[in-house]
C-alpha cells in the first residue's frame, strides 16, 4: 500500500499548479482521500478531503474556492488543483488515506509560491 505524490514546483503568486497522488495497493474508489499541508515551522494542516465516492467534505477556510480536490479512479490517482496561489500556500502537501485501520501517506511534494 503506498502513495506518491507530484506536481510540486515553484510558482509565481496567482500562479496554479496540478498536485497528483498515485495510489498502489488499494482502489482510491474504495476509501476516503485527504490532502495536507506543513508550511515552514507549522503544524500539518487538513487542506481537503473527499469521501470514497468523491463526495468532497472539506476544504481549508484558506483554501475555499481556490482549491478543488478529485479523483481519476481508472488511473487510482487522487488530484489537488490549485489556483490562485498565494506565498502563504508554500508547503509541502502531503495526500493520506486509512487502508485496513492503518494511516498511510505519501513522501509529500514541495510547493513554493514566490516571485
Known amino acids: 500500500v503506498q502513495l506518491v505524490e507530484s506536481g510540486g514546483g515553484l510558482v509565481q503568486p496567482g500562479g496554479s499548479l496540478r498536485l497528483s497522488c498515485a495510489a498502489s495497493?488499494?482502489?482510491?474508489?474504495?476509501?476516503?482521500m485527504t490532502w495536507y499541508r506543513q508550511a515552514p515551522g507549522k503544524e500539518r494542516e487538513l487542506v481537503a478531503a473527499s469521501t470514497s465516492a468523491g463526495v468532497v467534505w472539506h476544504y481549508a477556510d484558506s483554501v475555499k474556492g481556490r482549491f478543488t480536490i478529485s479523483r481519476d479512479n481508472a488511473k487510482n490517482t487522487v488530484y489537488l488543483q490549485m489556483n490562485s496561489l498565494k506565498p502563504e500556500d508554500t508547503a509541502v502537501y502531503y495526500c493520506?488515506?486509512?487502508?485496513?485501520?492503518?494511516?498511510?501517506w505519501g513522501q509529500g511534494t514541495l510547493v513554493t509560491v514566490s516571485s
Open positions: 495497493g488499494f482502489s482510491v474508489s474504495s476509501y476516503a
Open positions: 493520506k488515506t486509512i487502508v485496513r485501520l492503518l494511516e498511510v
